[in-house]
């Protein structure tokens, strides 16, 4: 393809921080709502009650954040992926999920665990090096974290079609029918396993929401290095919708979820929501930014606080004052004291657990190999 086609395609050059002219947003940056005929719907029945229940959601897993790092550097975790400035993404996303959706994460959505009512401790135990994993994917419809970047698109895709040979899709009856979403950045949508669950979901309608945190940065490699076309524009190339949302918007966030959730569950087939936001920190613990990004554009995003924005919109509108953000406040710090005390107390998971949720039911291959596994624990006690 020329050059000379290649910027045809483009929009214009976004700035560092603006998404362009397709980026769904119902909140500023400076916190003001602003209207939009296609999406004002999905929030309008939200109270204030239920928007102060947002901002909550968000101070808390900022402050999950801040304690998964702090342990980290104080040794008592080996690895932290951070999600700061990425909250509205993940909490507008999870709010917008029904309890019987099913949740295929990457290794950064502990606030979509969060809202979906996981033990806070869960996202720790993985990085303490306790469990293989941690959690039993079925209790709140989260699967295990996934490592091998875009994996969990294939993963979405299988159980996807699941739901819908079950019958599940649309049936009309908001207590069945279900949707997937799967989670995942901007560096995945580059996998081969994520394009391949694109075409296959395309092909066969499978009841998914392809969720990407574009936040700009797959460790060194900025997403402009990665695509010559916006994202979301993406999806066109395979047959569905792809919508550009301000990732930092939790109103937007909650609202276009929404409504590619209702698209799958409907059966309409998949859809691709591309959440504009940034990476504010490391993309762990193990990363220096400092060495591919200059500070400047770090700078710019913080005018684009997801917290910060919700916060004016809802002092400016007399739906909270200042009582309500300081008792937020203090409960995220009891809330932080109990993580570090349940952090450091963690009991170590016996390793044979790895095989308890690999298989509805126990498989004579398993039964096996795990008894083969607890043989081989044992020769090292017998040893010492
Ligand atoms: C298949 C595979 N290739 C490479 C890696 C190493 N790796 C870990 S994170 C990462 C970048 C991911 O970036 P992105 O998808 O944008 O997600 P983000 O971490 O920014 O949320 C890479 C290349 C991996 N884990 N798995």
Redesign the pocket.
Known sequence: MSDKVVAELQEPTPSVGDGGPDMIQLLTPEGQRVSHPDYDRYVENLSADDLRSFYRDLVLIRRLDAEGYALQRQGELGLW?SLLG?EAAQVGSGRALRPHDFVFP???EHGVGFVRGMDPQSSLQLFRGVSQGGWDPQENNFHLYT?????QALHATGYAMGVKMDGNVGTGDPDRDTAVICY????????G?VNEAFVYAASFDAPVVFF????????S?P?TK?TRIPLFQRAAGFGFRGIRVDGNDILATYAVTQHALDEARSGNGPLLVEAYTY?MGA??TADDPTKYRVSAEVEEWKFRDPILRLKTYLAHEGMADESFFTAVDAEADVFAAELREGCVTMKTMPGETMWDHVYAEDHPVMEAERAAFKAYQASFEEAI
Do not use: K
Request: glycine residues 10%.
């Open positions: 992926p990425q990457t290794y950064r490592i091998v970047i875009g994996a995942f950045g901007d560096g995945a949508s580059s996998q396993d990407c945190q574009n936040n700009q940065w797959a460790i490699e997403v990665q990476r993309h762990t």
